[in-house]
């Protein structure tokens, strides 16, 4: 024989009244049948037959006639005041379900490489936010794989990243722009004063680059292993800019976005790279996936917009992936 626990009881119970939050929220208020099913817009008769079967189901009474109405007991009471505040709970939610796809008011949740948030991101917002004042912004940073994890897993609406996730077939994207990668170290070092470098001149070098996870990381990872040698890493960090300031302070080489005409941390002397090197920004969702109204507006918006690209960038030559 197999007896079902006391919280798998209460849990199927439950789920059997919950159809009925409504109807028990609405005789607590009334005080009685027909007002409730009116309010309601059903016959009597139904509700009527509704409280009856609830009654069985609960195995106690829920209503009895009080005079030419009728008044909860204290099982009724006790369910009517949990149905208001279980039918309040879920009013709330319907209004922020109905703001969220509003495209007038809605929210969009943006997810972005640190970098991404000194110009591109901010330019973006702002431009759209002119045409687009009710909509609202949620803003998430973090490493290329968290990025695309959250937006695989529906935590973001849309994410910049770069590399883009070519060859996804669960991913959809539109490349914005190139951006040209350097090699940075510190204005005493050996490569500081050379024209160009090759990648296989690095072997050796104390590098100082972005985690595992990070775009820019793998970016590196992959220009040593194809010059033919294994990246001595000095440190690791999660932004740029403080792998610019270790660079700064004499703590390694690393290769990093172009931030000419001037570098942004002073003692960074930027050297590019032979063959020149770069790395394709895109914007990227669910492929097949529908966005709320908000985050399609958004999305068309960035995907059309003239983009204020900035020292290093230049319009982006890997086609698009777009559904």
Not at 45 to 71: C, F, K, M, N, Y
Not at 197 to 224: F, P, S
Not at 259 to 283: C, K, N
């Amino acid at each position: 024989m197999t007896y079902e626990s006391a919280d798998a009881a209460d849990d199927r119970l439950a789920a059997r009244l919950a159809p009925a939050l409504a109807l028990l929220a609405a005789v607590g208020e009334t005080g009685h049948v027909t007002r409730a099913a009116e309010q309601l817009g059903i016959p009597q008769p139904t509700a009527s037959r509704r409280l009856a079967a609830l009654s069985d189901l609960v195995g106690a009474p829920l209503v009895l006639p009080s005079g030419r109405g009728i008044r909860l007991t204290r099982t009724g009471r006790t369910l009517a005041a949990a149905s208001g505040r279980a039918l309040g709970a879920l009013a709330t939610a319907a209004r922020e379900v109905r703001e969220e796809i509003d495209p007038a008011s809605g929210r969009v949740v943006l997810g972005f490489l640190h970098l991404l948030g000194r110009t591109l991101v901010p330019s973006l917002i702002r431009r759209f936010r002119e045409r687009n004042p009710g909509v609202r912004f949620s803003l998430a940073q973090g490493s290329r794989q968290d990025m695309l994890r959250a937006l695989r897993e529906g935590d973001i609406d849309l994410v910049f990243v770069a590399p883009m996730p070519l060859g996804d077939p669960d991913l959809a994207g539109r490349p914005l722009a190139d951006q040209e990668l350097v090699l940075a170290v510190p204005p005493g070092h050996r490569l500081a004063g050379r024209a160009r470098v090759r990648a296989a001149e690095l072997e050796g070098e104390e590098l100082v680059t972005l985690e595992h996870g990070y775009g820019l990381r793998q970016i590196t990872d992959d220009l040593c292993a194809a010059a033919g040698f294994e990246p001595r890493i000095a440190f690791e960090g999660q932004e740029s800019e403080t792998v610019r300031g270790l660079v700064a302070a004499g703590l390694g080489v690393a290769v990093l976005p172009r931030t000419d005409p001037a570098p942004a941390v002073a003692g960074v002397v930027e050297v590019p790279l032979s063959p020149p090197l770069s790395r394709t920004i895109g914007m990227c969702w669910v492929a097949g996936e529908r966005l709320t109204p908000a985050a399609r507006a958004f999305r068309d918006h960035a995907c059309a917009a003239p983009l204020d690209l900035g020292p290093g960038f230049r319009p982006p030559t890997v086609p698009g992936t777009a559904d």
